[in-house]
């Protein structure tokens, strides 16, 4: 198939890529910058340039596809859920009354907190991550117009051995304070997926996931925070304590609203429909063995040298 990525060149976008042409797909992926670019061309990709914003690029390259993953995300950005809306608005105009597929991403924090979420369960408002809610809502609706319409919802720990994403946020904040710091007991659950499983779960929905289908990208339920703190501690040889509530928001940053969720989510269901089975380390594996710690010790060594 001849398909049409969003996100192509980021960290989830560049082992989706060479999992599809691995499969022998085609792979157009859209780029903001050159620098995206020539990732793309690295990985064989062919060159869509434009970004989220560019709608009427990303209708063309849909309608000349096959089908479409849409993984891009204005994180950070005050539009960011309106613009994604916005894009999977197009993207599925483009493809409707085709059968062809669209694949859309979400994440398991649209979920209610507290248990362990399912794919059959709906986003709760309440949740960490309620705005992507309505991206699933606009992607789903496609299916009654005759596209193949799912989503993905990946856990919010999507790791490979380098600095990235939540993780990435927690080791900032340990070197910055000089510890590894929990919140409440440390109990608090969060999903993982290696980015290698994350890619063959993306390769099954575009290739074969039935229309309205929602797929957990999760390879474990969920590693506690305490956990994650006390193997940072112990890669930066920092000492590891509990954070209290009115210190949460000093210590942990922008990741303080997500520090206390619990929020467990399994992916039972999606392995029964596909037959996908994560197979990479897990996140704490990583964690020991990976390279999440390089600029971290570097800034620590600066801070000593200014002290």
Do not use: N
């Amino acid at each position: 198939m001849r398909l049409f990525v969003t996100g192509a060149s980021g960290f989830i976008g560049s082992a989706v890529v060479p999992e599809l042409r691995g499969a022998g797909h085609q792979v157009l992926g859209l780029a903001r910058s050159d620098a995206a670019a020539d990732r793309l061309g690295a990985l064989g990709a062919e060159v869509v340039p434009g970004s989220l914003t560019d709608l009427e690029t990303l209708h063309a390259a849909a309608a000349g596809s096959d089908g479409v993953i849409h993984l891009a995300f204005r994180h950070g950005d005050r539009e960011a859920a309106s613009s994604d809306r916005a894009a999977i608005k197009v993207l599925g105009d483009a493809l409707a009354g085709t059968d062809r597929p669209l694949v859309v991403t979400s994440g398991t924090l649209v979920l209610p907190a507290g248990r362990v979420g399912t794919e059959a369960d709906a986003p709760d408002g309440a949740a960490p991550a309620a705005s992507r809610a309505a991206s699933e809502h606009a992607a789903l609706g496609f299916a009654g117009r005759g596209v193949r319409a799912s989503v993905v919802r990946l856990a919010p720990c999507v790791h490979e051995r380098v600095k990235r994403g939540f993780v990435g946020g927690l080791i900032d904040a340990a070197a910055r304070a000089g510890f590894a710091g929990y919140l409440g007991d440390g109990s608090q659950r969060w999903p993982a997926l290696h980015r290698q499983d994350a890619a063959k779960l993306y390769r099954f929905a575009v290739e074969r996931a039935p229309a309205r289908s929602v797929l957990h990208g999760v390879g474990e339920e969920g590693v506690a925070l305490r956990a994650i703190a006390e193997l940072i501690a112990d890669r930066l040889d920092l000492p590891v304590q509990r954070v209290t509530p009115d210190q949460a928001a000093a210590y942990f940053g922008w990741l303080a609203t997500l520090a206390g969720v619990d929020a467990p989510a399994s992916s039972t269901t999606t392995r029964a429909l596909s037959g996908w089975v994560p197979s990479h380390a897990g996140l704490l594996d990583d964690l020991a063995h990976g390279d999440f710690f390089a600029t971290a010790r570097h800034a620590q060594t600066a801070q000593g040298r200014q002290r």
